[in-house]
């Protein structure tokens, strides 16, 4: 056991400040590395103010993590000291269960660990993430980050990346498919851009007309403001596919009569209750919509991929650790394009 530097909220209340956690010692499985870059998320903050309740403290949040590995264990096979590797949304699952054997441990029926804020079956308490210097994962839940991308901007790939990836590919989006992407943010742009490169014809959906340029610039063939009674008329049952990443409850009914029949809108943002939905607007077209959380190891390792293949990153801004608490501010108010992505040297530096 080795003790390294964080940061942690103490409690829903506190600022993230700084903080010493336990890391386990290396065990056969395992694989230690020294975190060079870490992401920002949405459920980091929601989880530091205990905003879907449950949390942990003192929380170190953190799951989108890039690093080289520094050690491995005796019985690890698929890494080395020196490879450029990350650690997502999960470090560990039952392994046995139907969802895992089917690759599916996001969707573990005894309770996938989660990187920070689960049950930390080695030490006891709970696991922290990434708003650290070191992290050690049993090999199965590490990641082949490719070398040929910016490293930095490839943490948000980690759980923005593969929470759009993820229901592109399982409701099977391929080329000239009209695909609707609602929200532009952390999530959204990355829905662009892999609706893009995907062949879609790709159609940002927003209530803010002073994003269309932003949207074009990400791949965007088309901006469609959704406050506008006339343009959504215009798309009506037009749509072979809709992700909608809005992060907050929100109406959706507008957003059904886009679709067409038999089509499909995916929610990836909302983890919250939202406003009533009529059913009308699903029987009338025989419409679907679901909900997607992350992928399974074996499909993000297929989406870092794809990005190795098409170069595709996130668009992000750096901030030293030091910043974390006004980056949350800032996050808030969806003051950033599109990610903020913690450089770690400034921890072990400080």
Known sequence: MSQVKAYAAKDPESNLEPFEINRRSILPNDVELEIDYCGVCHSDLHTVKNDWGGAQYPVVPGHEIIGRVTKTGKKVTRFKSGDLVGVGCMVDSCQHCNSCKEGLEQYCENGAVFTYNGKDEHLG?????????????????????????????????????????????????????????????????????????????????????????????????????????????????????????????????PYLSLLKRDATMVLVGAVEPLKPMHGGALIMGRKRIAGSLIGGIKETQEMLDFCEEHTIVSDIEMIKIQDINNAYTRMLKSDVKYRFVIDMKSLRNG
């Not at 893009?196 to 610039?217: C, F, N, R, W």
């Open 125 to 253: 308490g709970q696991t922290f993430g990434g708003y650290t210097e070191r992290i050690v994962v049993d090999e199965k839940f590490v990641l082949r980050i490719p070398e040929n991308i910016d490293a930095k901007a490839a943490a948000p790939l980690l759980c923005a990346g593969i929470t759009t990836w993820s229901p592109l590919r399982q409701w099977k989006v391929k080329k000239g498919d009209k695909v609707g992407i609602i929200g532009l943010g952390g999530l959204g742009h990355m829905g662009v851009k892999f609706a893009h490169a995907l062949g879609a014809h790709v159609v940002m959906i927003t209530t803010s007309p002073e994003k269309s340029k932003d949207a074009e610039e990400l791949g965007a063939h088309e901006v469609l403001i959704s406050k506008d009674d006339k343009q959504m008329a215009e798309h009506r049952n037009s749509f072979d596919f809709l992700l909608n990443t809005v992060p907050v409850g929100h109406d959706v009914n």
